[in-house]
C-alpha cells in the first residue's frame, strides 16, 4: 500500500470536534515516497503533496513503518526511541 492510501485512511478516521481548537501543520518525509503534509485547521484536515514552508512538526519515517504505526503493530513512541521515526518541531 502506498503513503497516500494511508492518509486517505486517516483522513477517514479524522475527528473534526476533537481537533476543533488545533492549528497545526504535520510535515511528513515518507523515505522512498516523497514528501507530504497535513494541514489542521479550525476541525478541517487537508492532505497536500511536498513539503510546507512552515510545519509545526516534521516526521521522517518508512511507509512500512507509518503503516505499523496507523494498524497499531508499532507504538509511535516505540518507533521514535528505536530510531524509525524521526520528528523535529513543536513535539
Known amino acids: 500500500m502506498s503513503?497516500?492510501?494511508?492518509?486517505?485512511?486517516m483522513l477517514e478516521r479524522f475527528n473534526a470536534a476533537a481537533a476543533a481548537s488545533l492549528?497545526?501543520?504535520f510535515q511528513y518525509h515518507i523515505e522512498d515516497e516523497g514528501d507530504y503534509?497535513?494541514?489542521v485547521n479550525d476541525g478541517n484536515c487537508q492532505l497536500e503533496s511536498g513539503e510546507h514552508d512552515s510545519p509545526t512538526v516534521s516526521?521522517?519515517?518508512s511507509e512500512e513503518t507509518l503503516a505499523d504505526i496507523l494498524a497499531g503493530e508499532?507504538?509511535?513512541?516505540?518507533?521514535?526511541m528505536s530510531g524509525q521515526l524521526k520528528a523535529t518541531g513543536d513535539l
Open 74 to 80: 508499532t507504538d509511535g513512541m516505540q518507533a521514535f
Open 37 to 39: 503534509h497535513l494541514i
Open 3 to 9: 503513503a497516500v492510501n494511508h492518509f486517505e485512511k
Open 23 to 25: 492549528d497545526a501543520v
Open 59 to 61: 516526521l521522517t519515517l
